[in-house]
């Protein structure tokens, strides 16, 4: 340990300093020896990131190109398998052609792109060409729209835990990451599921997740990717929305804890959460007020202002619901005060109405995209607040609940 006179203040953990302030004083140690005067300097300097990390610009401007205010993600990220439950809804097989055709529909509709500024992609999808032979990642980058990939490969039973999961993915996934970057990829998605119920989430759920979660972060911006952050917790079970918030916040605190000790700049990342709902089946439906009055709170106290974008996923919620949320979120009392853009990252609340539009019908594309620019520009408009009138959605209050899946 040392002491200083002058005007100079240090503090050491271990023998690392981690902070230093110096004018010109003295460094004295305990045996009242005379030291060397140090240079002002913090050996773990603020900075390091854009020193070290050679995609840091690209990285911090892709997140807030994406985070841009009335402008929103498109989930389109669904697995070969989840990809085929939904064409089933629909009576299409479970087909390459039928799952190209189905994407091709998304990335093409018309003027897409004033309202989407990111498309998360499944690996096959990635690599996709439309039938004219032109790559969905040209498609997508020609509307403006980022192309980005999921990276995890899906939830497996985390042992010793009342049916909780771990997300997997990690095996591999700097070569994958460098492989997506090459292929057009510039952002990329891992999901973590935590569930509520009896002592659910559990410390070790909690902490696998947020751990994994993590270090995919860090793997991510080390080959260019802006990592999609997203710890959701399932709107399943009969809980009130105070323990919703509750588990949440503790989940968002766990979240950022472990993105700092794995030197994660939050500049360059976008964060993925769950509004905060009561449980599907919990008696007494929520209003918008309270979703909006939690889920700010929430964010308020849990997420780092340096995050550009908070991109709230749909989680279940009714079409109307998740547009409606949205829009009374950037509204309420308190929303000013939102260092973040609070805007979307929808899958179902924007893909289930228009695939049973289309349901696979060639004669039916353009009303199914003229749809899926309609619900684009709905949850844009609620992202600035000024979403007013009938929602789009021809089935716009039924939710869209899913159950939850192993690999």
Request: proline content about 6%; hydrophobic content about 35%.
């Amino acid at each position: 340990m040392a002491a200083f006179v002058g005007s100079s203040v240090s503090v050491f953990v271990g023998d690392r300093s981690v902070l230093s302030c110096s004018r010109a004083g003295r460094r004295v140690s305990e045996s009242g020896r005379r030291a060397v005067v140090t240079p002002v300097k913090m050996t773990y300097a603020a900075g390091i990131f854009e020193k070290s990390n050679p995609y840091a610009d690209e990285l911090k401007a892709t997140a807030r190109y994406i985070s841009q205010r009335g402008r929103g993600i498109l989930a389109s990220d669904e697995s070969n398998s989840t990809t085929g439950k939904r064409l089933a809804i629909v009576d299409l097989e479970n087909e390459e052609v039928n799952r190209r055709d189905w994407r091709e529909l998304l990335y093409t509709a018309p003027d897409l792109g004033k309202y989407i500024s990111g498309a998360i992609m499944f690996e096959e999808t990635l690599y996709q060409k439309a039938a004219d032979g032109t790559p969905f990642v040209d498609i997508l980058k020609d509307q403006g729209i980022f192309p980005g990939i999921k990276v995890d490969t899906g939830l497996t039973a985390l042992p010793r835990t009342d049916a909780e999961t771990a997300t997997t993915g990690l095996d591999g996934l700097p070569d994958r990451c460098a492989a997506y970057y090459k292929q057009g990829a510039r952002f990329a998605k891992w999901r973590a599921v935590l569930r509520i119920g009896d002592g659910c989430p559990s410390d070790a759920a909690i902490i696998e997740n947020c751990h994994a979660l993590a270090r995919y972060a860090q793997i991510s911006q080390a080959a260019g990717l802006v990592p999609i952050v997203e710890p959701e917790v399932l709107l399943d079970g009969d809980h009130d929305i105070d323990r919703t918030a509750y588990e949440t916040e503790k989940v968002l605190s766990y979240t950022f804890r472990f993105l700092n000790e794995y030197d994660v700049c939050l500049d360059a990342i976008l964060l993925k959460p769950n509004m905060i709902n009561p449980g599907g089946d919990y008696p007494t439906p929520p209003t918008p007020q309270d979703v909006a009055s939690y889920t700010l709170r929430t964010m308020l106290r849990g997420v780092p202002g340096a995050v550009p974008g908070i991109h709230f996923l749909s989680g279940g919620m009714s079409d109307a619901e998740a547009t409606e949320n949205l829009n009374l979120l950037n509204t309420i009392e308190g929303s000013e005060r939102a260092p973040w853009s609070l805007t979307f990252s929808y899958g179902r609340a924007l893909q289930i109405a228009v695939l049973k539009t289309w349901s696979g019908k060639p004669e039916n594309k353009e009303k199914a995209q003229t749809l899926l620019t309609a619900l684009a520009r709905a949850n844009s408009q609620a992202q600035l607040g000024k979403f007013e009138g009938e929602h789009p959605s021809p089935e716009a209050k039924t939710r869209n609940w899913q159950p939850l899946r192993l690999v």
